[in-house]
């Protein structure tokens, strides 16, 4: 899924999985930060540190084998299938977790839930408010001094 988004696909392995998940965090494209997210990478975490925690996403290294195979595990394992959402361009991982239950969503579907600049640049630098919260600040302001409600 990483090398399939724009703004991470150009970047080096660590450096895009690292940007991708402050991503996730900051947009959370899976609609609440109470909604868990598991993110499935490729091989070990020798190379990208221990295993990550970053604001309700959980990191998992597929360690000996395809980060597909470890996804179908999972979904297998799974015992709320019907809450399980699986983000997957490979038809073969989408059909299999659709038909153990769980639901299953493209990558495009899945990253038009974000604000459009998730296809671009990623910012790197300075502060970065959500466009979520860019929208309730710019309400309340308009609230303020116009005196809109």
């Not at 015992?79 to 997957?88: F, G, L, M, W, Y």
């Not at 153990?100 to 502060?127: I, N, W």
Request: aromatic share 8%.
């Amino acid at each position: 899924m990483l090398k399939q988004m724009a703004a991470f696909k150009d970047m080096p392995l660590e450096e895009g999985r690292a940007r991708f998940l402050s991503w996730i965090s900051n947009e959370q494209p899976q609609g609440s930060i109470n909604n868990p997210v598991m993110v499935v990478f490729d091989g070990n975490s020798d190379f990208f540190g221990s295993s990550q925690a970053i604001r309700g996403i959980k990191v998992v290294f597929s360690a000996g084998c395809c980060a597909d195979d470890t996804i179908r595990r999972l979904v297998e394992e799974d015992a709320d299938k019907k809450n399980c959402v699986v983000v997957s361009n490979d038809k073969e991982v989408y059909l299999y977790a659709r038909s153990l239950g769980a639901r299953v969503m493209s990558v495009a579907d899945f990253t038009k839930k974000t604000p459009k600049r998730v296809r671009g640049p990623v910012m790197t630098e300075g502060k970065y408010i959500p466009l979520s919260h860019q929208e309730k600040i710019n309400k309340e302001l308009r609230g303020f001094w116009l005196k809109e409600k």
